[in-house]
């Protein structure tokens, strides 16, 4: 009577470990009618309480004491797991809170640290998690990135042509200035359709900065 349950409760986890995954990799996006099937909603619960949710914070600084304990004593290896970078992924998780993560930056630093299907789990047996650790997502998460990069480049370079045409530099504006300025615009709005949006959040932040020096 105890195993369809386990099944039950394995495949459950599966799926949402893979969301998880796809989420990390950044390419979540090709995959929104399969994760709606999954689950309702995947976010990062002990970092999105509810007022007074206590279980939630109460795991929160268990996992978080427990992990740089670990990470102190240099024990965050697991004998049960064959992966590529553990402990390059709890570092991650522990350094850069996930609201304070930026997803590109993430899926980039995921990129290196993600296995695909050399990941292997040691129950029983040795046996993989197809859903979970795959080479399809590692071969799509890298192109992806290459793709975003080589928008983002050509985005560069249409703002750089602009910042020469307005003549801006004679206003004050720096080269340097205007790239900190189209970074945080790839940061927060990264999707490929957005472009637009991006030019104006650097272009409206490189006239501010320029007009606020002025006067």
């Known amino acids: 009577m105890g195993e369809p349950q386990l099944y039950t409760q394995f495949d459950l986890f599966e799926h949402i470990w893979t969301v998880d995954r796809l989420e990390r990799l950044g390419i979540s996006r090709y995959f929104q009618e399969e994760i709606k099937e999954c689950v309702n909603y995947v976010n990062r619960a002990s970092q999105v309480m ?14 978080a004491t427990f992990f740089t304990e ?17 402990p390059g992924e709890v570092g991650f998780a522990l350094d850069v809170p996930w609201y304070a993560s930026l997803p590109r930056l993430e899926a980039r630093f995921y990129i290196e640290q993600y296995g695909g299907g ?42 750089q042509m602009w910042y020469s045409e307005a003549k801006l530099e004679n206003y004050g504006l720096s080269i340097e200035e205007l790239q900190f300025a189209y970074y945080l615009a ?14 104006a959040w650097a272009k409206n932040s490189a006239l501010i900065h320029t007009i606020h020096d002025i006067f």
């Open 50 to 63: 509810f007022p007074e949710e206590q279980i939630l914070k109460g795991a929160k600084q268990f996992s």
């Open 118 to 159: 050399d990941d292997v789990w040691i129950g029983k047996t040795l046996y993989r998690m197809h859903l979970v650790n795959n080479d399809v997502y590692l071969e799509l998460a890298k192109m992806d990135y290459n793709n975003y990069q080589a928008l983002h480049r050509s985005e560069w370079d249409n703002i």
């Open 186 to 199: 790839a940061a927060c709005i990264f999707e490929p359709e957005r472009s637009l949006e991006r030019f």
């Open 70 to 86: 670990k990470r102190a004593a240099n024990k965050l290896f697991d004998k049960w797991i064959i992966t590529k970078d553990l």
